[in-house]
């Protein structure tokens, strides 16, 4: 699929327990990750090595992410196209109790496949209504890499930016980028 070809709506699907995702859904989820790394995505996972990387060097990212999945806690929402995994985001409720009624957004990705097919745009505009009515959500907070435009596409999804960590991500030796705060209401 191109980037001017436009898929049908994606379907969604969410993970909530560890048993939901079986031995497929995590090979296609590690392979999503490694593309969308090597690709140039700002979803490289603690712990994980600079580009290029393999499936294996987020299998550990992965299986933790997995293993946390709990229905009130922290979920999956997968984007699929014609039955292939077209992109995914992370949704966990904050554990301290102050902040509890906030939720924080990661990994949004879509495979290089179905970029420009508004598949990222369309989990973004899913997520929201899974917070508020399936997790009892009142507000969802995010970070994104400053440099890239995700601050526009975020913005265009209903996001607003609250601040900024000025220089805070270095992605190469004179290359610092700022960590753009955003949130969005409930």
Do not use: K
């Not at 554990?95 to 420009?116: D, I, K, S, W, Y």
């Not at 400053?146 to 996001?159: I, K, M, S």
């Amino acid at each position: 699929m191109t980037a001017h070809e436009t898929p049908h709506a994606p379907a969604f699907a969410q993970l909530t327990q560890p048993d939901d995702a079986t031995e497929g859904v995590r090979r296609e989820l590690g392979e999503c990750w490694t593309t969308v790394i090597n690709a140039g995505g700002a979803v490289i996972p603690l712990g994980c090595p600079l580009p290029p990387v393999s499936p294996g060097a987020v299998a550990p990212a992965l299986d933790a992410i997995i293993e946390r999945l709990a229905p009130r806690r922290s979920r999956l929402l997968l984007a699929t196209v014609g039955g292939a995994l077209a992109g995914w985001v992370l949704l966990s409720r904050e554990p301290h109790p102050l902040e509890a009624h906030c939720g924080t957004v990661n990994h949004l990705q879509t495979h290089v496949r179905f970029r420009g097919t508004g598949v990222g745009a369309a989990l973004m505009r899913r997520l929201p209504d899974i917070a508020r009515d399936e997790m009892g959500l009142e507000r969802l907070r995010l970070t994104a890499r400053a440099g890239l435009g995700l601050e526009e596409f975020y913005g265009g999804v209903g996001w607003s930016e609250v601040g900024r960590w000025p220089g805070a991500l270095r992605v190469a030796p004179g290359d610092d980028r700022d960590e753009v705060l955003m949130s969005l209401a409930l």
